[in-house]
């Protein structure tokens, strides 16, 4: 008899490190718009997404707002849209400077964006004024998340393929977490996989995760990697 999927829909957020530029056209003058060009960093396969459709793009705003705000405006201003887009609510932190934002996800030409910005602005969402940027910040999204566990604390992605997620026994700091992912890619002879650092919110308490974006049929290369963070974590906190 065949064991019944485990499907799971939660909320969560994502923690990664990528190179972020300004976007200079194709905005609302004078608005601040950062997009990532390399969303996946450490990671170089054939199943990459393919320019020219934009990349992760991060609207600033000139104030906080929650999640759920954003998640309500979004719901609304999609209804009047003819395409589709991804949002979800988030912070950038920059060495001298951080930034509440939005992350804007699949969006099929830049054309779109000023409609999506007039938008926001329309139900109350106001954006900073432009700042030219090219360096890596530090994003955490707060989004949701539909997985399969398809063993003991390891995920398979359902909404996008090649990501994976492990749990972790504890959580770590993010200079540990960097300075664990540069050992196991360092101990690997091949190290093609992108990590992000993460959350899921459970009915038993909160889920620490790696995120990892690797070849699909790899899963013997997600459980070596999975096996070395938790050596890694035994080793430093035993």
């Given at each position: 008899?065949?064991?019944?999927?485990?499907?799971?829909?939660?909320?969560?957020?994502?923690?990664?490190?990528?190179?972020?530029?300004?976007?200079?056209?194709?905005?609302?003058p004078?608005?601040?718009?950062l997009?990532?060009?390399?969303?996946?960093?450490?990671?170089?396969?054939?199943?990459?997404?393919e320019?020219?459709?934009?990349?992760?793009?991060?609207?600033?705003?000139a104030?906080?707002?929650?999640?759920?705000?954003?998640?309500?405006?979004?719901?609304?201003?999609?209804?009047?849209?003819?395409?589709?887009?991804?949002?979800?609510?988030?912070?950038?932190?920059?060495?001298?400077?951080n930034?509440?934002?939005?992350?804007?996800?699949?969006?099929?030409?830049?054309?779109?964006?000023?409609e999506?910005q007039?938008?926001?602005?329309?139900n109350?969402?106001?954006?900073?004024?432009?700042k030219?940027?090219?360096s890596?910040?530090?994003?955490?999204?707060?989004?949701?998340?539909?997985?399969?566990?398809?063993?003991?604390?390891?995920?398979n992605?359902?909404?996008?393929?090649?990501?994976?997620?492990?749990?972790?026994?504890?959580?770590?700091?993010?200079?540990?977490?960097?300075?664990?992912?540069?050992?196991?890619?360092?101990?690997?002879?091949?190290?093609?996989?992108?990590?992000?650092?993460?959350?899921?919110?459970?009915?038993?308490?909160?889920?620490?995760?790696?995120?990892?974006?690797?070849?699909?049929?790899?899963?013997?290369k997600?459980?070596?990697?999975?096996?070395?963070?938790?050596?890694?974590?035994?080793?430093?906190?035993?």
């Amino acid at each position: 008899m065949s064991q019944d999927r485990i499907l799971l829909e939660t909320v969560g957020y994502i923690k990664k490190e990528q190179t972020l530029t300004t976007v200079e056209n194709n905005i609302i003058p004078n608005s601040f718009v950062l997009e990532s060009q390399h969303p996946f960093p450490g990671y170089h396969g054939a199943n990459l997404p393919e320019k020219p459709k934009p990349g992760s793009l991060f609207l600033i705003l000139a104030d906080d707002h929650t999640a759920e705000e954003i998640a309500r405006i979004t719901k609304k201003i999609q209804k009047n849209l003819q395409y589709d887009f991804n949002a979800s609510e988030g912070h950038i932190y920059f060495k001298t400077s951080n930034y509440s934002c939005i992350r804007i996800r699949h969006l099929k030409s830049f054309a779109f964006l000023p409609e999506i910005q007039r938008l926001y602005q329309d139900n109350g969402i106001s954006f900073a004024k432009q700042k030219m940027i090219d360096s890596k910040g530090l994003i955490v999204i707060n989004k949701s998340f539909y997985v399969e566990e398809i063993e003991d604390g390891l995920y398979n992605d359902l909404e996008e393929d090649s990501k994976y997620y492990i749990e972790l026994p504890k959580d770590l700091p993010w200079d540990v977490f960097l300075e664990f992912t540069t050992n196991i890619k360092n101990n690997l002879d091949n190290s093609d996989f992108a990590v992000a650092q993460g959350v899921f919110y459970r009915k038993a308490g909160i889920v620490e995760v790696v995120r990892l974006y690797i070849c699909e049929g790899e899963m013997d290369k997600v459980r070596t990697i999975r096996k070395l963070y938790a050596d890694l974590i035994q080793k430093k906190y035993k």
